[in-house]
């Protein structure tokens, strides 16, 4: 059975800290990669995604892949107490559909 | 939360009742999907419609029954609920024809409770 785990956290790192969010998935074939942020009480929010091995940058966030390792992180710079929230990682399951599996997110928080 | 657009934001319903869940993108893609969201669980993944073709049936319950009209459009319907389908229930939009077809914009969510 496919499956992406994540630490549920909570995650608590002080303002101004780099916040590392880690995923990791079973399926080698999967291709595609993705974070979503969730407040509380609202729908996921597409923030970052990656397709090919190493870094991505965007922003304050930095997306990492390793396939060799199936892991993929989130690094968020400079944290701000907005950006306390759930963040899912979703990675492709392939085929024709678009079928994403989702993580159970991990809760960060940002102490001010 | 614009591109994609969900009513009703919150529902209460008796078992026995019958409603609909409407869905609607103004992003011009051409798939959309329904999730169901429940406390410490992963999102699961309901139903795929691409190109108003349903692709994907993930082993939902027969009283679960959804509907696209055109591709701007996904409704839900839903008779003899149980009080364990009480849940937030997503949909989602992607460009489902390109590269780009795995990045989902989900709407708002219609928080559902079954009494």
């Known amino acids: 059975q496919k499956e992406v785990e994540q630490n549920s956290g909570p995650l608590s790192v002080p303002e101004g800290a780099i916040a590392s969010l880690n995923c990791t998935y079973s399926d080698r074939g999967s291709q595609s990669f993705f974070w979503y942020r969730q407040y509380s009480g609202k729908s996921p929010e597409l923030i970052m995604f990656i397709y090919s091995n190493g870094d991505k940058e965007d922003g304050r966030f930095t997306a990492q892949l390793n396939k060799a390792s199936q892991y993929v992180s989130l690094l968020i710079r400079d944290s701000q107490p907005s950006d306390s929230a759930t963040y899912l990682c979703a990675v492709s399951y392939g085929g024709a559909t678009n079928k994403l599996i989702f993580g159970t997110g991990t809760l960060l928080a940002v102490q001010p | 939360e614009t591109g994609v657009t969900q009513t009703p934001r919150h529902l209460v319903m008796g078992m026995t009742n019958k409603k609909s869940l409407k869905c609607e993108q103004h992003l011009g893609h051409n798939a959309m999907y329904w999730y169901k969201q429940s406390a410490k669980k992963p999102l699961e993944l309901m139903f795929v419609y691409s190109l108003e073709e349903r692709v994907e049936n993930n082993s939902v319950p027969s009283r679960f029954s959804p509907e696209c009209p055109n591709s701007s459009h996904l409704f839900l319907h839903l008779h003899t609920l149980q009080p364990e389908d009480s849940a937030l229930y997503l949909c989602?939009?992607?460009?489902?024809?390109?590269?780009?077809?795995?990045?989902?914009?989900f709407g708002p969510g219609t928080r559902l409770t079954v009494t």
């Open positions: 989602a939009s992607s460009q489902g024809t390109t590269i780009r077809a795995y990045e989902q914009y």
